[in-house]
């Protein structure tokens, strides 16, 4: 059976900031209409939802994925929630393009939501249960001092200081001045201040991390034939890669990501592409931490290993450079709600495919754009590449 092809018609996307007073279901009901609006569509045209939202601890809401349903527009629609942790944001637009490309549905609506300021302490709470219970559980582990051991062992394996490091979050903070929803965007910033910021867990200083954050992002896809009628200008979803790899992160090499690696060569296989490098003109990697950014391009194919860190220094990541990173500012600058953070890079791509990123716009208009997850038990890589 042939696939469809399919494209991404609409977008739309709340601020990111924690909020006392927006329910999860009214977040998701924001970030639905403004997609639907956006490409002058109403619920009547939406055939089936995809929703993505990390585990339910992270909300705080038992079943959350049937809580999120009627604010997410599917009532009495076929419906689907999927998550595999951080990397749910770009899991829940394959899910889509699944439901497109194979025929079952000509247009969907794709949503990802997290409310995680609700929930205190967060994603930690999560974390002290889900590892294993003999060898791991007892350690009493937690995201912050997991993300410093494989900072740390990136760092020593490949020789990298934390002044590489630092430009990054200085990189993206600075790109989310420009951002309207964004929650941290510093056009300020300096290295300094990121080496000078309190260290949470050695070597992760606090200006190193995203914060909590709350917010959604929904899109629009539809089949080919349907996507003509809608716009003349839609954006198609050229290559779709997953991977999971082990849950025990003590039995891999933290210095590299192989399972992003799998999932790029998925969808990299799927576009036809076997340059990346020279192929894709723009990426949204998943940067939670901003050495993961680093880490990431190296397992997307698009640095050497250990070489990320120097295309920052020359200036090949910023916004008018060769291949810009996150012009979006990406989750340490507009903010890390978990599963919507992944599909705001997947939104990103969209705008600055179309030419619609305003003050974000990267010059001379993209062709083609990577957007990348990561998640669960570190160990999901999921990838989306686009072109128009």
């Given amino acids: 059976m042939s696939m469809r092809k399919v494209a991404v018609v609409g977008a739309g996307m709340t601020k990111f900031v924690r909020r006392a007073l927006e329910t999860g279901k009214e977040l998701s009901w924001q970030a639905t209409s403004m997609a639907l609006e956006s490409c002058e569509l109403t619920m009547d045209d939406i055939e089936g939802v995809c929703l993505g ?78 590892f294993d219970h003999t060898t791991e559980r ?109 849950a025990y992160w003590t039995n891999r090499d933290l210095a590299y990501p192989r399972y992003v690696e799998y999932a790029a060569r998925m969808a990299y296989d799927m576009a036809g592409i076997k340059e990346p490098r020279k192929q894709i003109n723009i990426v949204e990697p998943y940067d939670p931490f901003d050495y993961k950014e680093l ?32 012009p979006s500012g990406g989750l340490l600058g507009v903010g890390n709600p978990i599963a919507a953070a992944g599909l705001m890079k997947v939104a990103e791509l969209y705008w600055q495919l179309r030419g619609e990123a305003g003050a974000r716009q990267v010059p001379g208009q993209p062709k083609r754009g990577l957007a990348q997850a990561w998640g669960d038990l570190m160990q999901v890589g999921t990838v989306v590449i686009m072109g128009r």
């Avoid at 601890?57 to 689907?80: C, I, Q, T």
């Avoid at 070597?203 to 034939?225: Q, T, Y």
């Fill in 53 to 130: 939202t990390a585990p339910d601890s992270f909300d705080g809401v038992h079943m959350n994925g049937e809580y999120l349903s009627d604010g997410a527009g599917a009532w009495r629609k076929p419906y689907m929630r999927s998550y595999v942790g951080g990397g749910t944001g770009v899991f829940v637009p394959i899910q889509g393009w699944y439901h497109v490309a194979s025929g079952l549905f000509d247009v969907v609506l794709v949503i990802a939501e997290e409310k995680m300021s609700s929930y205190y302490p967060h994603a930690q709470g999560a974390f002290l249960t889900i």
């Fill in 138 to 246: 007892p350690l009493k582990p937690n995201l912050l001092w997991i993300f410093a051991l494989e900072m740390n062992r990136y760092m020593q394996t490949y020789g990298i200081s934390k002044e590489d490091i630092a430009r990054v979050a200085v990189k993206n903070k600075r790109n989310a001045a420009d951002h309207p929803s964004a929650m941290l965007g510093d056009p300020n910033i300096t290295v300094e201040d990121v080496l000078n910021s309190e260290v949470l867990a050695w070597p992760v200083n606090r200006l190193d991390v995203s914060p909590v954050s709350d917010g959604a992002v929904a899109l629009i896809l539809a089949a080919e034939h349907v996507a003509k009628r809608i716009t003349d200008k839609p954006v198609w979803i050229e290559g779709v890669g997953w991977n999971l790899d082990t």
């Fill in 295 to 326: 880490h990431h391009l190296e397992g997307l194919l698009l640095a050497d290993r250990g070489q990320a860190a120097q295309l920052v220094a020359d200036g090949v990541t910023q916004r008018d450079g060769d291949m810009p990173v996150c």
